[in-house]
Nanobody, 118 residues
Framework: QVQLVESGGGLVQAGGSLRLSCVASRSITNFNAMGWYRQAPGKQRELVAAVTRGGSTNYADSVKGRFTISRDNAKNTVYLQMNSLKPEDTAVYYC????????????WGQGTLVTVSS
């Protein structure tokens, strides 16, 4: 198993920036993918961004050009740099880690709240 701890959330004005961090309790080198999801009040959880073991990334259309995901295997950490934040980015952001081979893994952090004021 692995524990994921997110940090970096908070209150920011529209147009501002935040950087979220997700630290894993063990090496992430062999994780097939790590991602950031978010869930706004009354809405389903949605994928924001993901990065594969090989470094490929994908983003939700709503955040392309504004958010950047990266992973630092040496620090067991994945980051989400969020720029040009909008009120609609307000949500709880969750870190996710996936391993598809045995023993498989699908781990989630506890979430960090991001609030963007207009």
């Amino acid at each position: 198993q692995v524990q994921l701890v997110e940090s970096g959330g908070g209150l920011v004005q529209a147009g501002g920036s935040l950087r979220l961090s997700c630290v894993a309790s063990r090496s992430i080198t062999n994780f097939n993918a790590m991602g950031w999801y978010r869930q706004a009040p009354g809405k389903q959880r949605e994928l924001v961004a993901a990065v594969t073991r090989g470094g490929s990334t994908n983003y939700a259309d709503s955040v392309k050009g504004r958010f950047t995901i990266s992973r630092d295997n040496a620090k067991n950490t994945v980051y989400l740099q969020m720029n040009s934040l909008k009120p609609e980015d307000t949500a709880v952001y969750y870190c996710n880690a996936v391993v598809v081979t045995f023993p498989s893994l699908d781990a989630w952090g506890q979430g960090t709240l991001v609030t963007v004021s207009s």
